[in-house]
């Protein structure tokens, strides 16, 4: 099992002013109506899609990528992409921060997370998981194969799959070593000599005079106060999405390997932009 990141010290949850509470209603308000609206339209179009598509989604995807795109426009957050994107199938690595870190992915790339089995059951973020094509795992090696297995169906059905290979968040300031585990999927036979890989960073800067893990999501902090801390604040920070350079899996001697290769560039790419 994946221990969680902790710091030393948690930032203290701030009650937010008055016109604090305005922003989060306007705010909150705009957001459950197009999420909730569009997730509703997505269920709807998947009745039709899924007999017809099985797993694979032609459609559905672009509703998921409008939500995505909406969720900066309405919070008034900055949004950046550096590097080329990869085109076809393959799998996506990046480094974990915060909840914000599925939409910042999503609203430039069609892609499908993998994610703890916990967050399933989440009020809210549970629903959209599941609706959109998120594959759920539990971190444990004795569910290894099985694992393995499902990652090889959904690859060789063409979703790119976005894995977190730290296993868990942390403040946004530094990338944890990569767990080679999940990497192992992408070397089956059937794989391993069509799957390329590309490594993606994502680089939060935090809204002016605010420290700088301001969005970090991690440890023991409940999703509902650091919600609330994004929602009041006047003036929004801003999020980069670095794409790296494409690699191939059969270029690659074995799971560690890629993996080391992918935490070098995740990291790199963090220490060059987080400034």
Not at 30 to 52: D, K, N, S, T
Not at 81 to 88: D, I, N
Not at 190 to 216: C, I, M, N, W
Request: net charge positive; with cysteine; hydrophobic share 45%.
């Amino acid at each position: 099992m994946s221990a969680t990141w902790r710091d030393e010290e948690e930032p203290v949850p701030v009650r937010p002013d008055l016109m604090g509470w305005v922003r989060v209603v306007l705010r909150g308000s705009a957001l459950f109506v197009v999420i909730f609206g569009c997730l509703l339209i997505l269920l709807l179009v998947r009745l039709v899609e899924r007999p017809l598509f099985g797993q694979r989604r032609p459609v559905t995807p672009f509703i998921t990528q409008f939500v995505c795109r909406s969720v900066f426009v309405i919070l008034g957050m900055g949004y950046r992409v550096r590097g080329a994107l990869m085109r076809g199938r393959g799998a996506v690595v990046c480094n974990h921060s915060s909840w914000l870190d599925i939409f910042a992915l999503n609203a430039r790339k069609r892609i499908y997370f993998v994610s703890k089995s916990e967050v399933a059951g989440w009020p809210g973020v549970g629903w959209l998981a599941r609706a959109t094509g998120t594959v759920f795992i539990n971190r444990d090696a004795r569910e290894a194969i099985a694992q393995k297995r499902l990652f090889e169906g959904r690859l060789a059905a063409g979703h790119k799959l976005l894995f977190f290979p730290e296993g868990t968040s942390t403040d946004g300031l530094r990338v944890l070593p990569f767990k080679s585990t999940l990497f192992a999927a992408f070397f089956a036979e059937s794989l391993r000599d069509r799957l390329r890989v590309q490594p993606v960073t994502l680089v939060y800067h935090a809204p002016p005079g605010k420290e700088a893990r301001f969005y970090g999501w991690w440890g023991d902090m409940d999703l509902g106060p650091h919600l609330l801390k994004i929602l009041a604040v006047r003036k929004q920070g801003s999020v980069e999405v670095v794409y790296h350079p494409i690699v191939r899996v059969r270029d690659f001697a074995d799971r560690k390997a890629l993996a080391k290769h992918c935490e070098l560039a995740v990291r790199s790419g963090l220490e060059a932009n987080l400034r």
